[in-house]
């Protein structure tokens, strides 16, 4: 590949932290949004389906930028998550909010993170292209118009107040997640993250469709979807992270800072304006958006 331009690990940084938030899919934004533009943006997504691939190792570090914005902006509830985790395993235990709310976040990381140890170099290698990109993005939109649907029928939510447990305070909104959604619930939601090992499926789309199928209102399905993304994220991204030091980040460690600064930021932002728009709006804007986005690129590229 040829090294990846500063413009280009800028422009790209920032499309990360936006779409790895918006239900709409940052993998396969990756690919779709070079692949349009064309020119020498076409050699990064030829690059990401190659056995070694020196573009995947810098969207690996964008990656892990996000799940640090992730980390900064809900760092207060991930001290208590942290520290319910730990009093459960030495009290032997789940009751507080926080100990409820760290194993549904466990439970919900381990299958997603282990199909990704398996299945992430096969489905890449196969599906990073254009054109699949662009069906799975019709694919997705079509998931979140079916959430929108069915969460009609969703068991009735059970709105809850501001609490305070032994871990510290806790928002009514992360109550009612840990009294919406059993255990049960969060492994088939680990279970429907992998789905965004396809570049085109959307985790937060695919989590927070889970949460809408489980009572849980926008509001509390986004801020769900933001607490189980960060874990399966930064984890995915450390283990890839070492690829930049070896013979795969020559030549574009420093665009890769610059894309991951970018992209941090605007992680911060897309996170901070979802919260408000899920207050009082819908996934159906992003369902639109992936439809037409999706069929128009399978227009292009079929």
């Known amino acids: 590949m040829d090294h990846i331009s500063y413009f280009q690990a800028i422009v790209i940084g920032l499309l ?3 779409t790895e938030l918006f239900p709409i899919s940052s993998l396969g934004h990756s690919i779709l949004v070079p692949a349009w533009i064309g020119g020498s943006w076409t050699a990064l997504v030829t690059d990401q389906s190659k056995a070694e691939s020196p573009y995947l190792a810098f969207i690996v570090a964008l990656h892990v930028a996000t799940a640090l914005a992730l980390v900064a902006l809900f760092w207060r509830d991930w001290v208590g998550i942290v520290r319910g985790f730990f009093t459960s395993l030495v009290h032997r235990r789940i009751e507080t909010t926080h100990e409820r ?3 549904l976040i466990v439970v919900s990381t381990i299958p997603a993170g ?4 398996v299945l992430e170099h096969p489905l890449r290698t196969l599906f990073a292209k254009p054109l699949f990109a662009a069906v799975f993005l019709t694919l997705n939109g079509l998931v979140l118009f079916a959430a929108e649907r069915l969460r009609r029928r969703a068991p009735r939510h059970r709105p809850a107040p501001d609490a305070v447990d032994a871990e510290g305070p806790v928002p009514g909104l992360d109550v009612a997640m840990t009294q919406q959604v059993s255990v049960r619930d969060a492994g088939v939601i680990g279970l429907l993250q992998s789905g965004a090992l396809l570049a085109g499926i959307s985790r937060s789309g695919i989590t927070m469709a889970g949460g809408l199928l489980r009572g849980l209102t926008h509001e509390e399905a986004v801020r769900f979807a ?3 993304a960060t874990p399966i994220i930064l984890a995915a991204g450390v283990l890839k992270v070492p690829d930049l030091m070896g013979p795969l980040g020559e030549g574009i460690r420093a665009q890769s800072l610059a ?16 919260q408000r728009w899920f207050k009082t709006r819908t996934l159906t804007p992003f369902a639109v958006y992936c439809l037409v986005a999706g069929v ?5 590229f079929a």
Do not use: K
């Open 114 to 117: 282990l199909l990704g140890l």
């Open 226 to 228: 933001f607490l189980l």
């Open 16 to 18: 990360q932290g936006v």
């Open 101 to 103: 709310l760290a194993w």
């Open 296 to 300: 128009l690129s399978i227009v292009r």
């Open 259 to 274: 894309g991951a600064g970018a992209a941090f930021v605007a992680a911060l932002a897309a996170a901070t304006f979802l």
